[in-house]
């Protein structure tokens, strides 16, 4: 089964964030989370999946010269692509306002960029969700900021907390791409990667 091979190597998430974690518990990989630390910007000429792909390639190249035979390294960036610009993560309540007034009644895009890394070969993909929001009251918006902190999120939300619940009406392409990680995509990627 290609969980048990890939359970043969040694995989590592470069990522601090809780959902990829369990989304890739989920699918069965044992692995283990290592950081390093690194900046976030990107060349302003980029757009969209552009910005995602070169983000999680560049954290990837991070670990290029001490990766060792039999280890592939995942790395991911998840971008929130709204009006041709990013809304990354908000730096404070008013942010996140700003944010969240930006996404409600509007139609986003959900990117994340995903790169694999062995010793011999690299892969960068992306995949898009779009997300579309009901309009979203002030008040509404307050309290999910209030009681959800969302300040380590792409967007100023996240979708299985109580604001997608209540404002998200559509979404055209993976879910769990909006929480972090697209792995449907992820596992047919790795299964030809080790090939």
Not at 44 to 49: F, S
Not at 129 to 141: G, N, R, Y
Not at 165 to 175: E, K, L
Request: hydrophobic share 40%; glycine share 6%; aromatic share 10%.
């Amino acid at each position: 089964m290609i969980v048990d091979n890939l359970n043969n190597y040694r995989i590592i998430l470069a990522s601090r964030s809780p959902r990829r974690q369990q989304l890739l518990r989920e699918l069965g990989l044992n692995f283990e989370v290592v950081i390093r630390e690194f900046n976030e910007s990107f060349p302003d000429d980029l757009t969209g999946e552009e910005i995602a792909r070169y983000i999680a390639h560049e954290k990837a190249i991070l670990f290029k010269k001490e990766i060792t035979d039999n280890e592939i390294v995942i790395t991911a960036d998840t971008i929130v692509w709204c009006n041709k610009k990013v809304l990354g993560k908000p730096a404070d309540h008013e942010d996140a306002t700003r944010i969240l007034k930006e996404i409600s009644g509007n139609t986003h895009e959900v990117i994340t960029g995903v790169t694999l890394l062995s010793k011999s070969k690299e892969l960068t993909f992306s995949e898009s969700t779009k997300v579309t929001f009901e309009s979203i009251a002030e008040d509404e918006i307050s309290y999910y900021i209030e009681k959800y902190k969302p300040y380590d999120k792409a967007g100023a939300y996240g979708i299985q907390e109580w604001i997608g619940i209540i404002a998200c009406s559509h979404i055209d392409g993976s879910y769990f791409n909006v929480v972090g990680l697209p792995v449907q995509r992820l596992y047919k990627e790795l299964q030809n990667f080790i090939m």
